[in-house]
């Protein structure tokens, strides 16, 4: 198996973004966003999906984090869809109910490659260190419609904002992992269209 990596080197006047991907790590990362509790985030991603994750971003985080957030999911989005090629042998499909204390997720993905995000989360719901509420769905619309995957995020129940994102990152975490393994009965490209 040629080992499945990825570098994106992503520059604009807003952010400068570099991503080393692993999908078949340890688990192992390196974050640095300028964001505390972004970098809390990804490092638990990249913990629960075992890929190991190097993220450097540079952004204009003096305007608002929303410029960062948008375009680390656009890198890692694009970092996967890089990592994965043809998707020759993977499960495809993953899905997770992840509980975190109060709070329970459902994130269900499908590396279809076709982007569609469905989301649905409690409205008004606090900001965590700065880090606006609403950051959530924009940093996944980036990574679903830069990695082409079908996901489906729900946070079923919960109270505190912090469990709530938690909750979806280490969500998203397990079913990533779970859609990119290889699985050895596929010998193929997991679709009846033979392409993905
Ligand atoms: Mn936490």
Not at 19 to 37: E, H, M, N, V, Y
Not at 39 to 64: I, K, P, Q, Y
Not at 86 to 112: C, H, N, Q
């Amino acid at each position: 198996m040629t080992s499945r990596q990825a570098q994106i080197d992503r520059r604009t006047s807003e952010t400068k973004i570099q991503i080393d991907l692993r999908i078949d790590g340890r688990g192992t990362s390196q974050i640095a966003t300028k964001i505390p509790f972004f970098d809390h985030m990804l490092t638990l991603f990249s913990r629960h999906s075992l890929c190991d994750l190097t993220v450097n971003a540079d952004g204009d985080v003096e305007v608002d984090f929303h410029h960062t957030v948008e375009d680390v999911g656009i890198a890692l989005g694009q970092a996967f869809t890089k990592a994965l090629g043809d998707k020759r042998g993977i499960r495809r499909y993953g899905w997770a109910y992840l509980p975190m204390d109060e709070t329970l997720a459902r994130v269900v993905i499908d590396f279809s490659g076709r982007p569609f995000l469905h989301y649905k989360a409690p409205e008004g719901v606090a900001s965590i260190g700065g880090f606006s509420f609403t950051l959530l769905e924009e940093f996944l619309r980036a990574f679903c419609t830069n990695a082409a995957v079908n996901l489906h995020v729900e946070i079923l129940y919960g109270r505190d904002a912090h469990h709530m994102c938690e909750a979806v990152f280490k969500g998203l975490a397990k079913a990533v992992d779970q859609a990119c393994q290889l699985d050895p009965r596929v010998e193929d490209i997991p679709s009846t269209k033979g392409t993905l």
